[in-house]
């Protein structure tokens, strides 16, 4: 089945650690995104990604970093900097919206991280 | 900028009853996007219109339909006959034409339908 997958479904990490999330997709999407979910609030966009090998910044990507070595992989790494790491992450992917074309997101199950 | 605002924080209403969801956008863009997404307790969000600017056409979908007003700036949802298994939190969106093709999305709404 097409679809995106994420894993771990929860993690946990104690402060000043690094922990990676994994994001991959069989839909053949150029671009993908990570979005972060507190609760009763909406998602914001961490970073993003059009092609591979290049991605771009989102609202608040400070504390967070990505990689993009092949179309189907969008892992993100929640580094120690990020003072408030606990949340919901969503992965999500699309074909890119060339023109500014409204093309819909298709989203991952998350992952929810808890900082002990 | 861009903005979504969806008021309703919670909604419950009884099963058979029908619900709407207001969404009011802000944009300076003459051309847009808006989505509304439904996330069940599961988590994932999933997709269930887009909408584009300049097609102010309204939609219905089974028991689901959309109302896109440019004039009041507003993309509300309508669920008829609400069924329990539309108990959930939904999110109105908004993407704009140029740029990042990220969406921005409201804080969402609470609907839970008691049986």
């Known amino acids: 089945d097409g679809g995106i997958t994420q894993s771990p479904k929860y993690l946990f990490r104690k402060e000043g650690q690094n922990v990676t999330l994994s994001c991959e997709q069989n839909?053949?999407?150029?671009?993908m995104y990570w979005y972060r979910q507190d609760p009763g609030q909406g998602l914001r966009l961490i970073y993003y990604?059009?092609?591979?090998?290049?991605?771009q910044k989102g609202d608040i990507a400070e504390g967070y970093s990505v990689s993009r070595e092949k179309k189907e992989s969008f892992p993100l790494t929640v580094t120690s900097a990020q003072k408030n790491p606990t949340a919901f992450y969503l992965c999500?992917?699309?074909?890119?919206?060339?023109?500014?074309?409204?093309?819909?997101?298709?989203f991952g199950p998350g992952t929810r991280l808890t900082v002990l | 900028a861009q903005k979504v605002t969806q008021a309703q924080t919670e909604i419950s209403v009884v099963e058979k009853e029908d619900v709407t969801l207001d969404c009011v956008y802000e944009?300076?863009?003459?051309?847009?996007?808006l989505f509304w997404y439904k996330q069940p307790p599961s988590g994932e969000l999933v997709f269930l219109i887009r909408?584009?600017?300049?097609?102010?056409q309204n939609e219905i979908s089974g028991r689901y339909s959309w109302n896109f007003q440019k004039s009041t700036s507003s993309f509300n949802f309508t669920i008829t006959a609400s069924q329990v298994v539309d108990s959930a939190v939904y999110f109105c969106?908004?993407?704009?034409?140029?740029?990042?093709?990220?969406?921005?999305f409201g804080t969402g709404t609470r609907l839970t339908v008691i049986p």
């Open positions: 990604s059009q092609i591979v090998n290049d991605f």
């Open positions: 839909l053949n999407h150029d671009a």
């Open positions: 999500a992917s699309s074909i890119p919206g060339a023109g500014g074309l409204g093309n819909e997101q298709f």
């Open positions: 969106a908004l993407r704009k034409r140029t740029g990042a093709n990220n969406l921005f």
């Open positions: 944009t300076r863009d003459t051309t847009y996007y």
């Open positions: 909408r584009n600017s300049f097609d102010e």
